[in-house]
T-cell receptor
């Protein structure tokens, strides 16, 4: 099945700097790649997603880039703010019924 | 307001005592799913349902049951809970195909003693 890996596991950035989280996936047939943000005590919330026919997508301070050849996709957060501190999960659709396989999550800490 | 509602929020039980975690969505979504979240392991899918009366196993279905008798509800049943099922559980639903644009509930923290 699909294997999704996230790096780094923990990322600390100064407020105002950019943060980049990278995910790699194993199944070349995967065609949908979402990113979820999980704040403490809450369920994951979709923040951005991209399909395999698109190389980049942007929504205000958040962007996702996809490299199908290398089988990796990245989340970019610019001008980080304290409220960006959370756990971020990437995922890739796979196999029968396009089920999502999630990565293990990245803890992002924005230092004021 | 569109939401996925899970109950209870916290649950402490003992080994072998059957329990049910309820999940309800108010968006008429066809797709619903259960996940468990464990430290260092991320989110793993337990069961999912593509529509009423259609359910299928995810990655970690052992020890769990589900049913989908009506579109809005998707309860998770632990017939004989064991300590290794202590975890944080999330229900999710989607209007898209399968895992697209999932909306998650707030979670159920289960402890099995």
């Amino acid at each position: 099945g699909e294997n999704v890996e996230q790096h780094p596991s923990t990322l600390s950035v100064q407020e105002g700097d950019s943060a980049v989280i990278k995910c790699t996936y194993s199944d070349s047939a995967s065609n949908y790649f979402p990113w979820y943000k999980q704040e403490l005590g809450k369920g994951p919330q979709l923040i951005i997603d991209i399909r395999s026919n698109v190389g980049e997508k942007k929504d205000q301070r958040i962007a996702v880039t996809l490299n199908k050849t290398a089988k990796h996709f990245s989340l970019h957060i610019t001008e980080t703010q304290p409220e960006d501190s959370a756990v971020y999960f990437c995922a890739a659709s796979t196999g029968r019924n396009n089920r999502l396989a999630f990565g293990k999550g990245n803890q992002v800490v924005v230092i004021p | 307001e569109a939401q996925v509602t899970q109950n209870p929020r916290y649950l402490i039980t003992v080994t072998g005592k059957k329990l049910t975690v309820t999940c309800s969505q108010n968006m008429n979504h066809e797709y619903m799913s259960w996940y468990r979240q464990d430290p260092g392991l991320g989110l793993r899918q337990i069961y999912y349902s593509m529509n009423v009366e259609v359910t299928d196993k995810g990655d970690v279905p052992e020890g769990y049951k589900v049913s989908r008798k009506e579109k809005r509800n998707f309860p998770l049943i632990l017939e004989s809970p064991s300590p290794n099922q202590t975890s944080l559980y999330f229900c999710a639903s989607s209007s898209g195909t399968a895992g697209e644009k999932l909306l998650f509930g707030s979670g159920t923290q289960l402890s099995v003693l």
